[in-house]
């Protein structure tokens, strides 16, 4: 059996599949450049530092037998991708194009990749299924729906065979206390409240209350990060298995308002850290939900996490740790 290249693998999101794969019996190599990862997070298996974008590093990768490709590397800030949007094409486009090159040269048959709920971009639908047309709305959105489309035209055209994962808003940290988000310069919602609610920060700002939903404020679907790290497996083993390109919703069909998200950290914390109402921030959408039953019925997948206490009590838990 050959081994499982990670990319971004040092991570958040990569850290934690690549436990998960290590305790599944893999044999992983993890490449990151460390621009947001930490070496300590990778658990299991080897760890080459580089970037993805760098022959040399990839020719590395490979001189081992790769069997399957799981693709986390990537930038993932929505403001900043606004700003800087070449660096998103870049990171997220060009980088993708050269793995799935060399994957496809060393003829690799299964390739999973991290795109996001963000191609939905601004619908009038609050719950989006994988049928619903794409219109990315920033350049983050937009770099990952180019990879989702390279990757399937090379599928169609080759023995490659792919499952694109669409994450909707990662969250939480791994219940062994070792893996989580850290990362100065947080911009994530349940990133931000958890160091509001341990006193790093002194306040947060609701970007935006007049969008067109319960409460005004932003509505997301919050999905557990080990969850996600379930459907990563069960996704390689089924792209090893034989199985064909798929593409999936990874969210729970289950929305929450920033200010809910706020009300559970202060509840959690028993901190009631100081809130500002701030303008809507660019490139961002009012309500996205995941409709997720095609996931549930292919992988016979069980989510862990629905309850939004578990996912807000592992991210302040997280944080005070680090805190320390
Ligand atoms: C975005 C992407 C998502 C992607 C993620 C990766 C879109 C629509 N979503 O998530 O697909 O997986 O980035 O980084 O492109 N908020 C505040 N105050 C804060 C921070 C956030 O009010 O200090 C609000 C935002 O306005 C939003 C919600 O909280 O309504 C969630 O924001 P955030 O956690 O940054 O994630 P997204 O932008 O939804």
């Known amino acids: 059996?050959?081994?499982?290249?990670?990319?971004?693998?040092?991570?958040?999101?990569?850290?934690?599949?690549?436990?998960?794969?290590?305790?599944?019996?893999?044999?992983?190599?993890?490449?990151?450049?460390?621009?947001?990862?930490?070496?300590e997070a990778v658990k299991f298996g080897e760890f080459i530092e580089g970037d993805i974008g760098d022959d040399s590093v990839l020719d590395e990768a490979f001189k081992n037998e790769i069997e399957g490709v799981l693709h986390f590397a990537g930038s993932v800030v929505v403001p900043e991708s606004v700003e800087n949007p070449l660096k998103y094409y870049e990171n997220n486009t060009v980088n993708s194009f050269k793995l799935m090159?060399?994957?496809?040269?060393?003829?690799?048959?299964?390739?999973?990749?991290?795109?996001?709920?963000?191609?939905?971009?601004?619908?009038?639908?609050?719950?989006?299924?994988?049928?619903?047309?794409?219109?990315?709305?920033?350049?983050?959105?937009?770099?990952?729906?180019m990879s989702e489309d390279m990757l399937r035209d090379i599928s169609r055209a080759s023995d490659l065979r792919h499952v694109v994962f669409?994450?909707?808003?990662?969250?939480?940290?791994g219940s062994c206390g070792e893996l989580g988000l850290r990362g100065?310069?947080?911009?994530h919602l349940m990133k931000v409240c958890a160091e509001a609610a341990?006193?790093?920060?002194?306040?947060?700002?609701?970007?935006?209350?007049?969008?067109?939903t319960p409460d005004g404020t932003g509505v997301r679907d919050y999905i557990h990060v080990e969850d996600l790290?379930?459907?990563?497996?069960?996704?390689?083993?089924?792209?090893?298995?034989?199985?064909?390109?798929?593409?999936?919703?990874?969210?729970?069909?289950?929305?929450?308002?920033?200010?809910?998200?706020?009300?559970?950290?202060?509840?959690?914390s028993q901190n009631d850290f100081l809130v500002k109402e701030a303008p809507r921030r660019p490139g961002d959408v009012g309500c996205l939900i995941a409709e997720s039953s095609k996931l549930k019925d292919a992988f016979n997948w069980k989510p862990r996490f629905t309850d939004i206490s578990l996912i807000v009590r592992s991210?302040?838990?997280w944080e005070k740790k680090i805190m320390q």
């Open 166 to 173: 669409r994450y909707f808003n990662v969250a939480g940290a």
């Open 198 to 212: 341990i006193k790093k920060r002194e306040y947060l700002s609701i970007f935006g209350t007049d969008y067109d």
């Open 184 to 187: 100065r310069n947080a911009t």
């Open 229 to 268: 790290a379930d459907i990563h497996v069960l996704g390689l083993k089924y792209l090893l298995a034989g199985g064909k390109s798929e593409l999936f919703n990874c969210g729970y069909s289950q929305g929450f308002s920033v200010k809910e998200v706020i009300k559970e950290f202060k509840n959690v």
């Open 1 to 39: 059996m050959g081994k499982i290249l990670v990319t971004g693998g040092a991570g958040y999101i990569g850290s934690h599949v690549v436990k998960h794969l290590g305790q599944s019996g893999y044999e992983v190599i993890v490449v990151d450049n460390l621009s947001n990862g930490f070496k």
């Open 101 to 145: 090159k060399k994957c496809a040269e060393e003829n690799v048959k299964a390739f999973i990749f991290s795109s996001t709920a963000g191609v939905y971009g601004s619908t009038d639908k609050n719950i989006v299924s994988e049928i619903d047309p794409v219109s990315p709305i920033n350049p983050y959105a937009s770099s990952k729906l």
């Open 315 to 317: 991210a302040y838990e």
